[in-house]
């Protein structure tokens, strides 16, 4: 019986660590982060609610932007952050002003 | 224009020509100091840029070339300190060099709207030729992985600047 209850106290958690996995960027507190390595957006794609807000870590040593072409812009300075809070029209695609070669999207989900 | 156009055509050449001579596989010490010096150049372009232009996107666009380019070199000797690399002057460098010093002269003498557009056409077309040499001859070449791996760095961000330098040209026109 112990045994047993073990092994659905494992699944349990097998079953939490996934979901955990499928919403990696999310953290408890309705930010979504987002890292900049490399010159490339981590992750390149977000599913956000309205509301919520998304946090750049600038890890490169050069400046970048968050940059929706007419639309808003966020500077994010070498190692630092920047946030910006999700609107409803925010299902946008995005790059860095300074290097468009990075791109990254947004998907705004209910 | 015409002589504009005649000009830039002779830069490209000229890099082509000086990246051409190292076609015989630079060594690790000769890439560190030809991706040093082309770091070097873009940076004194930045300079002379920002005195001369009075256009707030060129300004813009010219910081970041020289924040930029200064930070990647940083890393540069960073690296080169680390793995006790003692970057070797070549023809390739010398070549790179002389010809930055010819286009910036140059540019030197033209004002506002002329200066902007001819230091911005010179980004794109620098960029592309370093780029171009990163892809098929420096990074091939390069023995060390870490210097690999910086100069693929380099190569992101420099192809990164020719797209910022073309979206800024397009807004000139």
Request: with cysteine.
């Amino acid at each position: 019986m112990t045994t047993l209850l073990l092994t659905r106290r494992q699944v349990l958690a097998t079953g939490a660590a996934m979901l955990a996995g499928s919403t990696l960027a999310r953290a408890h507190d309705g930010t979504v982060h987002v890292a900049i390595r490399n010159l490339a957006f981590q992750p390149a794609e977000i599913e956000v609610r309205a509301g919520e807000t998304i946090e750049w870590t600038n890890d490169d040593p050069f400046a970048h932007t968050a940059t929706v072409k007419g639309g808003w812009e966020v500077m994010i300075p070498p190692g630092k952050k920047a946030t910006h809070v999700v609107t409803a029209g925010d299902t946008v695609d995005y790059y860095c002003r300074f290097h468009p070669n990075m791109k990254g999207r947004i998907k705004v989900v209910d | 224009m015409k002589t504009l156009i005649s000009t830039l055509a002779a830069t490209c050449m000229a890099l082509t020509a000086s990246f051409a001579l190292a076609a015989d596989k630079p060594t690790d010490p000769q890439i560190a100091h030809i991706a040093y010096s082309a770091g070097v150049i873009d940076v004194e372009a930045a300079k002379l840029a920002l005195q001369k232009t009075k256009n707030a996107e060129v300004k813009a666009f010219a910081e970041s070339m020289k924040k930029d380019h200064e930070a990647v070199n940083e890393m540069a000797l960073a690296l080169v300190k680390k793995l006790k690399v003692t970057p070797e002057d070549n023809a390739t460098s010398k070549a790179l060099v002389k010809a930055a010093d010819e286009k910036r002269a140059e540019l030197g003498k033209l004002e506002g709207k002329a200066f902007d557009k001819a230091y911005i056409e010179n980004e794109v077309a620098y960029h592309k030729q370093v780029n171009g040499a990163l892809e098929t001859l420096l990074i091939p070449s390069a023995q060390n992985a870490e210097l690999k791996s910086l100069l693929e760095t380099g190569l992101k961000l420099f192809q990164g600047h020719e797209q910022h330098a073309e979206h800024v040209a397009a807004d000139l026109k």
